[in-house]
């Protein structure tokens, strides 16, 4: 699927299937709890999506079996909602959600901890977090795709948490994912240059240990490979002559 230029009207219509998202993530942070299972996650998360007259994008997409992906701990992204998951606290949970609004898709993800968490979770989170908004500060017109990847990069280094390679954020749209893809490390090229009118979901992950990731059996599950807890934070995001838009923060 090609980069795409949304005109006018479909940047309403992004505007509206991200803000909806946005009341998604903020229900599922309000409701969570030590105790609930991921699977009580996917199903409040699905009826939330519904309610709003909206569908889950990720339902069946490549086969993938629920609505909201969550994942706990050592588990990066594309985690499979149980009924035998439960939450406990001291986890970290990430949860990632994507709906469809008038034939328009919006993704989006964010990192809770569980009750109390340790002071080097809550600093993964947070570090996370600020390295999609260091990467967001040079998602603008006129600079090129790979000043974004390049940032996060930066950002995170100092720290030493593992960025991961596997998975990258994509342009979004007609379709969850267009082109083009964006890279979280560090590249040598420029990439794209970025125009008005692009909308790009942009998502770190990042690893409290080696950068390095592995498949479980299921085929979706990603998890770290040494072991150690992950967190992941993503937008869907415009960009516009000026400041890009955060489509989908509340
Ligand atoms: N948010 C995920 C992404 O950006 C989409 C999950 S794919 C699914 O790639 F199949 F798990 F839904
Ligand atoms: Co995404």
């Known amino acids: 699927m090609a980069v795409t230029v949304k005109s006018e009207r479909e940047i309403i219509l992004m505007r509206e299937s991200c803000r909806l998202l946005a009341v998604v993530h903020r229900e599922l942070e309000e409701k969570l709890r030590p105790g609930m299972t991921t699977l ?23 086969g993938y079996p629920a609505s909201i992906c969550v994942s706990v701990n050592d588990e990066v992204v594309h985690g499979i909602p149980s009924k035998n ?3 406990n606290e001291g986890d970290i949970v990430s949860l990632d959600a994507g709906l469809i609004y008038k034939g328009y898709h919006s993704d989006a993800a964010r990192t809770h901890g569980i ?3 340790s002071p080097e979770a809550a600093k993964l989170i947070d570090v996370t977090r600020e390295s999609f908004f260091a990467g967001i500060k040079m998602a603008r017109a006129g600079n090129h795709l790979y000043d ?42 420029r990439g794209m240059k970025l125009q ?19 498949w479980l059996d299921d085929d979706w599950t990603v998890v770290t490979r040494d072991g150690a807890i992950s967190a992941h934070y993503e937008n869907t995001v415009l960009i516009t002559d000026g400041e890009p838009e955060i489509l989908t923060l509340y």
């Open 85 to 87: 998951r439960v939450l």
């Open 196 to 214: 008005p009118g692009m909308t790009l979901a942009i998502e770190p992950m990042l690893n409290m240990g080696t950068p390095d990731v592995e």
């Open 40 to 62: 009580d996650i996917d199903a409040l998360g699905e009826k939330i999506i519904r309610q709003l007259g909206c569908v889950p994008n990720f339902k069946n997409y490549n």
């Open 115 to 117: 009750g109390e968490i």
């Open 148 to 189: 974004i990847s390049n940032a996060i990069a930066s950002y995170v280094r100092p720290y030493g948490y593992g960025i991961v390679r596997e998975l990258m954020g994509h342009g979004i749209g007609t379709s969850l994912h267009e082109e083009p893809m964006i890279p979280n490390f560090a590249q040598r090229r």
